[in-house]
């Protein structure tokens, strides 16, 4: 299967490009989407969270308190990397499934916190960020979450700059004007992924 590995930064519009890239009959694998799928009643991940932070974190219903895990898990270094260490491996599981199920041409996994020495970039033969203007991601994202000018930046912080992520990206799509300009870069590089995936099936083939 060929890859291609989506991300960028809050706000960026990784989800209006992935959105484009389903509509022209690619099958998309969201790691946020399975990071709360893992995690519903009846999940070993579940269980192991349990058995790691307490009972405290499971509400009522059986559902899990993301509110308290959070509170929990980013008290300390150390009680972040215990939760790390069940949530990403789960993860990695599940999305590897789903890519090995997938039945279009090439499969677009989108990895919100890609990063150079991510393990899911081992198995992308490409990587696609999106980018966008600060700015233009602080009012996205404020209109959208509800959230203050400070506590946006505050996200930001804690995550790759497009500086950074640019240092290992192969295709870039920029996203500071409109919808209809996001769709033109996605369906050019639709094309594009068309071509590569053949050359690579063909390398494939002739190996």
Do not use: W
């Amino acid at each position: 299967m060929y890859v291609v590995g989506l991300s960028g930064g809050i706000g960026s519009g990784k989800t209006v490009a992935s959105d484009r890239f389903a509509k022209l009959g690619i099958d998309i694998v969201d790691t946020d989407i399975i990071a709360r799928e893992i995690v519903l009643p009846g999940k070993p991940a579940l269980q192991a969270l349990v058995n790691a932070f307490g009972q405290n974190i499971i509400l009522t219903t059986g559902e899990l308190n993301r509110s308290e895990l959070r509170s929990i898990a980013f008290s300390s270094s150390t009680a972040k990397a215990k939760l790390d260490a069940i949530t990403h491996p789960a993860i990695r599981t599940e999305a590897l499934q789903q890519i090995q199920q997938s039945q279009s041409r090439y499969c677009l996994v989108v990895v919100p916190l890609l990063s150079s020495d991510s393990p899911f970039k081992t198995i992308m033969q490409r990587v696609l960020i999106v980018t966008a203007k600060q700015e233009v991601r602080i009012q996205r994202v404020k209109k959208r979450s509800n959230l203050s000018h400070k506590e946006v930046i505050n996200i930001m912080a804690t995550q790759l700059s497009d500086a950074q992520r640019l240092t290992f990206a192969d295709d870039v799509i920029e996203n500071n004007t409109s919808l209809d300009h996001v769709y033109q870069q996605v369906d050019a590089l639709h094309q594009s992924y068309l071509t590569l995936e053949k050359q690579h099936r063909n390398a494939s083939l002739a190996s």
